[in-house]
Nanobody
Framework: QVRIVESGGGLVQAGGSLRLSCAAS????????IAWYRQAPGKQREFVAV???????NYADSVKGRFTISRDNAKKTAYLQMNSLKPDDTAVYSC?????????WGRGTQVTVSS
């Protein structure tokens, strides 16, 4: 059974930091690219960051220089380090594992940034 579970969300003041985790089970984690998406209330889900199975990364312009995506294949976990958080970063953050034929979503973790 495949499980994708996010954790690490919470309430933080503007300028603060959080580290999100995306723990996977039931998949060959190392062959999947892992992406983070977010959805704010009343808005469409948007791409945040992605790390390929070869560890190349890409970021949305809105988070470049503030967020860092990484992965630990031995732990089957990906991370999103979020620094200099802004109220506009408030959203549900979801993890997406994809290797082409197969893809899986987690249920998300809430991040709330107060001004």
């Amino acid at each position: 059974q495949v499980r994708i579970v996010e954790s690490g969300g919470g309430l933080v003041q503007a300028g603060g930091s959080l580290r999100l985790s995306c723990a996977a089970s039931g998949i060959g984690f190392s062959i999947y690219s892992i992406a983070w998406y977010r959805q704010a209330p009343g808005k469409q889900r948007e791409f945040v960051a992605v790390i390929s199975r070869g560890d190349s990364t890409n970021y949305a312009d809105s988070v470049k220089g503030r967020f860092t995506i990484s992965r630990d294949n031995a732990k089957k976990t990906a991370y999103l380090q979020m620094n200099s958080l802004k109220p506009d970063d408030t959203a549900v953050y979801s993890c997406y594992a994809n290797n082409g034929p197969d893809s899986y979503w987690g249920r998300g973790t809430q991040v709330t940034v107060s001004s």
